[in-house]
């Protein structure tokens, strides 16, 4: 059972809507006595585009990895498409249409650009499966060039590229497949302005297309308003908002924010007066 959420913080409740692909129901986590997640109600519409947002240490990369099946939730209820969802692995998760571009971006520094973008989807001659690098070149240039990144030589190994161009392979490689939800863990955090700005309208493109349903980690206010349909905020492992970005404001989150750290100070401030009420019961 999940643990309750701190006293006074919102909990977004479950929710869902009829074109609903992914839909969340009580999902907590655990790691030993840590509690990650304490109650998680969450859904995703097709074609929607939704900002995942907290601080440091509230569950959001958690999620992310419970959804790809690189976790396992301690309890709670997941659907993918209408049917239920409780994926064992990251393959069986990709399997079923949810791919991802994890924060270490899962990228094999000494492999060529073009061997990262098709790492464990490499493509192969037939009769005999000899990788075919013509085509994997061919078609890896094609898709950073949707992504609009320049990386002039596909051939080098990634540990010789920039942070943005890392991100912009693994965002492309993602993009690339076959995924009906895309997972996106902090898409934005090792690029220059310039580099982001592509990223964000690779994924204008995608939302306009409307085939592609993608849930992505934010700090950027002004990214999340940018880029997202609708934005659900985690504090202390709980959904705590839930809206239509059209709906909240910059104003509203930091608001928000500023209470978590209010009450954050206050619990502190309590555990130091227990703290010192029992070493004076001690020396007593």
Excluded at 30 to 40: H, K, M, Q, V
Excluded at 75 to 84: H, N, R, V
Excluded at 171 to 183: H, K, N, Y
Aim: hydrophobic content about 45%; charged content about 25%.
């Amino acid at each position: 059972m999940a643990d309750a959420a701190p006293a006074g913080l919102p909990v977004v409740g479950p929710s869902s809507a009829p074109d609903d692909v992914l839909r969340v129901e009580h999902v907590a986590k655990s790691f030993g006595p840590i509690t990650a997640l304490r109650d998680i109600n969450l859904h995703l519409r097709k074609g929607e585009v939704l900002g995942l947002l907290g601080d440091n240490g509230a569950g959001k990369s958690t999620l992310i990895k419970i959804l790809c099946g690189f976790h396992r939730p301690s309890s709670g209820t997941m659907w993918l498409k209408g049917e239920p969802y409780t994926p064992k692995s990251v393959d069986e998760a990709r399997a079923r249409g949810i791919d991802t571009v994890f924060q270490d971006l899962a990228l094999v520094d000494e492999l060529s650009v073009y061997h990262n973008l098709f790492l464990r989807r490499e493509r192969v001659l037939k009769p005999i499966p000899f990788l075919n690098n013509v085509l994997m070149r061919r078609e890896a240039r094609k898709a950073l060039e949707e992504t609009g990144i320049n990386i002039p030589r596909l051939d080098v190994p990634v540990a010789r590229l920039s942070g943005g161009q890392r991100q912009a392979i693994a965002v492309a490689r993602t993009v690339s497949g076959d995924a009906d939800v895309i997972l996106l863990d902090e898409p934005l955090a090792a690029m220059g302005a310039k580099e982001g700005a592509l990223i964000l309208d690779l994924i204008a493109r995608l939302k306009a297309e409307g085939e592609v349903s993608i849930i992505m980690i934010l700090h950027n206010y002004v990214h999340v308003f940018q880029a997202c349909d609708r934005v659900s905020l985690i504090q202390e492992g709980v959904i705590a908002l839930d809206k239509a970005t059209a709906e909240t404001s910059i104003e509203e989150l930091n608001d928000i924010v500023v209470e978590e750290y209010r009450r954050a100070r206050q619990a502190a401030r309590a555990e130091e007066a227990a703290a010192a009420a029992q070493a004076g019961d001690n020396g007593a």
